[in-house]
């Protein structure tokens, strides 16, 4: 059985739950991270010495970083389905995937450290202001690209929907004004619908 470290509210911990389930891998989850702490002891800087969350546990293999594990899940059990074997196709979905951890999740995180978290720093209406008009921004993108393809690299779901399913899911459940995409809705609410989706992305994001 995989062993998953992280909190559940964790955008990147939630990648991975949603990835195994997909994968129809049992776990066990253990919550690390945040209020929960945990990740100074030196058992887990043994595992992950960057001191983040998430973190899996397959046998002898310990793996971090959130996307690296979602690919080496879907590789290895979901082969043919969510992980594409041809190299110029599989490259579609991760290039979203990049994307996601490069531009999409700063946003996301600056909004939710403002407007959820409170956290001193962020709660300025200017940041605020700010981090919503780069969400706006990327969702646009977003949006182009689900006007035009049913999931994010084609005609299947595959493992960059999981990835930035977790960044729109975050996006549309904070409190914010925001404006409605009826592409980025309605791909939301067909991955959404899937029972490892709704085991991963607890409410109200927090
Ligand atoms: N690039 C890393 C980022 C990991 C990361 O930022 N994890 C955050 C949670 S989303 C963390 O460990 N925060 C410290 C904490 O939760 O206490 C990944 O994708 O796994």
């Given at each position: 059985m995989l062993t998953i470290?992280?909190?559940?509210s964790s955008i990147n911990v939630q990648k991975v739950v949603w990835a195994a389930g997909e994968a129809g891998q049992a776990f066990e989850r253990i919550?690390?991270?945040g209020p929960f702490g945990g990740l100074d002891t030196p058992e887990f800087l043994a595992m992950n010495p960057?001191?983040?969350i998430p973190v899996l546990r397959d046998g002898t293999l310990v793996l971090w970083e959130s996307n690296s594990i979602v690919r080496y899940l879907v590789a290895r059990h979901a082969s043919g389905e969510l992980w594409e074997e041809d190299p110029a196709r599989r490259v579609l979905a991760d290039r979203w995937m990049d994307w996601t951890n490069t531009s999409l999740q700063p946003a996301l995180a600056r909004l939710l450290w403002g407007v959820v978290r409170k956290l001193p720093g962020f709660t300025d209406p200017n940041v605020i202001a700010e981090s919503?008009?780069?969400g706006e921004a990327l969702m646009e993108i977003l949006a182009a690209q689900l006007d035009d393809s049913p999931y994010l690299a084609g005609e299947r779901f595959g493992m960059a929907d999981i990835a930035v399913g977790c960044g729109a899911?975050?996006?549309l459940h904070m409190p914010i004004e925001r404006i409605e995409r009826p592409a980025v809705r309605r791909w939301y609410e067909a991955i959404h619908a899937r029972p490892a989706a709704r085991a991963a992305l607890p409410l109200p994001v927090a």
């Open positions: 470290w992280g909190r559940l919550d690390v991270g960057n001191r983040q919503l008009a780069q899911h975050r996006w």
